[in-house]
C-alpha cells in the first residue's frame, strides 16, 4: 500500500537523498524494549523517521508514558504503545522491521558475555514471538551479547520453521560510528566524510576496525591505527566506565540503532546501493556469523561482501579474534537447542 508522505516541513527536511518526496510504502516498526535507555531515544528517532508509517513501542513495564510522549510529535508515524507479555503480539503483527534493544546492561567490571544469563532467556522470548506473529520481518538485534543473541534467534527462528538468514542482523553500526569518530580525530579529517569498515563481532577483540581501507586516506603511523583499533575496540567499556554503574551507551547507541534501521527500510524500498557493516549469516570466514559490510534490499541481506584487502595488523586481528567469536557463537546455539 503507497500513500502520501505527510508534507510537515520536517517531513521534508528528514526525507534523504535517493528518495522520491511523492510517495513511500506504509512500513510498521517495533522496538523491544522501547522504555528503556537505549529504546526511548532510539523511538524518537524513528517516529523522527519518514519511512515509517506505524511506530510500535513495546516493553514490559512504562511504555504508555513513552508512547504518549512520542506520539506527540508532528512526524508521518502514528506510534502505539504496548506493555507485557499479552500486548507483544499486537505490537508484533504487521511489522516489517522489529529493532531489539530490551534486556540488561553492563555495569564496570563486566564483559558483555557477563550479560548472557538473562539476556539469552529474553531474546529467546521475544525471537519466538516474532516467530508467530512477524516471521517476514527483519530484526535488528541490539540486545548482548550480539555475538550469541544472534546465533539465538536464528536458532529459535529455525526450530520455527521461519528461519531466512537474510532476515537476521546483529546491530554493529556503533562499532562503525565510533570508529568515524575516532579516525576523523586523528586524521585530521571531516568526520561526514569518514568510512572505515568493521568487521568480525560485537565485543573486546572481536571488533575489528579495518583502519587500511578508512576513507580520506590519511597514511596514519601503525602506533596510531593500534591506539585507534584498541580504542574502537574498548568504545563500549569506555562508556560503561565513564556512567559508572547507570549503564551503558545509550544515546550513541539509539543513533547507530535509528541509521540502522533505516538503512534496512531504505532496502526494503528497494533503494539501490544500501551498504551497512552487519552481524550476519555469513560464509566470509569459517564462522558461521560474522559481521561486514552488507548490501541491503528489498528482502533484507542482499549479498554479504567480502573483507576486502588487509594489512598485515587486520590479518593477525582476524586469527585472534576468530576463537572468542566462535565461542560465543556456539554459546549461543547451545543455549536456544538445550533449554
Ligand atoms: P536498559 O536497562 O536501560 O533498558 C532495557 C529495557 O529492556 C528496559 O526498559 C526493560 O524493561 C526492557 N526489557 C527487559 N526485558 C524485556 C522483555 N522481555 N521484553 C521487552 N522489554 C524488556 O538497557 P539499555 O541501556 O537500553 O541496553 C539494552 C541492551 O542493549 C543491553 O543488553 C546492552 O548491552 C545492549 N547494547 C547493545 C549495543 C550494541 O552496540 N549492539 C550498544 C549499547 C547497548
Ligand atoms: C557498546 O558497545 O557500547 C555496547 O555493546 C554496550 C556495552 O556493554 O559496551
Known amino acids: 500500500m503507497f500513500r502520501s508522505v505527510a508534507r510537515s516541513a520536517a517531513g521534508k527536511h528528514l526525507l534523504r537523498r535517493g528518495y522520491s518526496t511523492e510517495s513511500v510504502p506504509d512500513?510498521?516498526?517495533?522496538?523491544?524494549?522501547?522504555a528503556g535507555g537505549i529504546g526511548q531515544p532510539l523511538s524518537l528517532l524513528?517516529?523522527?523517521?519518514?519511512?515509517v508509517s506505524r511506530l510500535a513501542l513495546y516493553d514490559i513495564a512504562n511504555t504508555p508514558g513513552v508512547a504518549a510522549d512520542v506520539s506527540h510529535i508532528n512526524s508521518r508515524s502514528e506510534v502505539t504503545g504496548y506493555v507485557g507479555e499479552e500486548q507483544l503480539g499486537q505490537a508484533l503483527e504487521g511489522c516489517d522491521v522489529v529493532i531489539i534493544?530490551?534486556?540488561?546492561?553492563?555495569?564496570?567490571?563486566m564483559t558483555r558475555d557477563d550479560l548472557f544469563n538473562i539476556n539469552a532467556g529474553i531474546v529467546k522470548g521475544l525471537c519466538s514471538a516474532i516467530a508467530k506473529y512477524c516471521p517476514n520481518a527483519l530484526v535488528n538485534m541490539i540486545s548482548n551479547p550480539v555475538n550469541s543473541t544472534v546465533p539465538i534467534a536464528a536458532e529459535v527462528f529455525k526450530k520455527a520453521g521461519t528461519y531466512d538468514e537474510r532476515k537476521l542482523f546483529g546491530v554493529t553500526t556503533l562499532d562503525v560510528v565510533r570508529a568515524k569518530t575516532f579516525y576523523a580525530g586523528k586524521a585530521k579529517v571531516n568526520v561526514a566524510d569518514v568510512n572505515v569498515p568493521v568487521v568480525g563481532g560485537h565485543a573486546g577483540i572481536t571488533i575489528l576496525p579495518l583502519?587500511?581501507?578508512?576513507t580520506p586516506k590519511a597514511n596514519l603511523p601503525e602506533?596510531?591505527?593500534?591506539?585507534?583499533?584498541?580504542?574502537?575496540?574498548?568504545g563500549g567499556t569506555e562508556v560503561v566506565e565513564a556512567k559508572a554503574g547507570k549503564g551503558s551507551a545509550t544515546l550513541s547507541m539509539a543513533?547507530?540503532?535509528?541509521?540502522?534501521?533505516?538503512?534496512c527500510l531504505k532496502g526494503l524500498n528497494g533503494v539501490p546501493d544500501v551498504v551497512e557493516c552487519s552481524f550476519v549469516q555469513s560464509t566470509v570466514t569459517e564462522l558461521p556469523?560474522?559481521?561486514?559490510?552488507?548490501?541491503?534490499g528489498k528482502s533484507g541481506v542482499e549479498e554479504v561482501l567480502g573483507l576486502g584487502p588487509l594489512s598485515e595488523y587486520e590479518k593477525q586481528g582476524l586469527e585472534s579474534l576468530k576463537p572468542e567469536l566462535k565461542a560465543s557463537i556456539e554459546k549461543g546455539i547451545n543455549f536456544a537447542n538445550k533449554s
Open 223 to 234: 602506533d596510531e591505527i593500534k591506539a585507534l583499533t584498541k580504542r574502537t575496540q574498548d
Open 27 to 34: 512500513r510498521k516498526v517495533a522496538v523491544l524494549g522501547a
Open 211 to 214: 583502519f587500511s581501507q578508512a
Open 46 to 51: 524513528m517516529k523522527l523517521n519518514p519511512l
Open 101 to 109: 534493544p530490551a534486556g540488561v546492561p553492563r555495569k564496570p567490571g
Open 289 to 296: 556469523f560474522f559481521a561486514s559490510k552488507v548490501r541491503l
Open 255 to 263: 543513533y547507530a540503532g535509528a541509521i540502522f534501521a533505516d538503512a
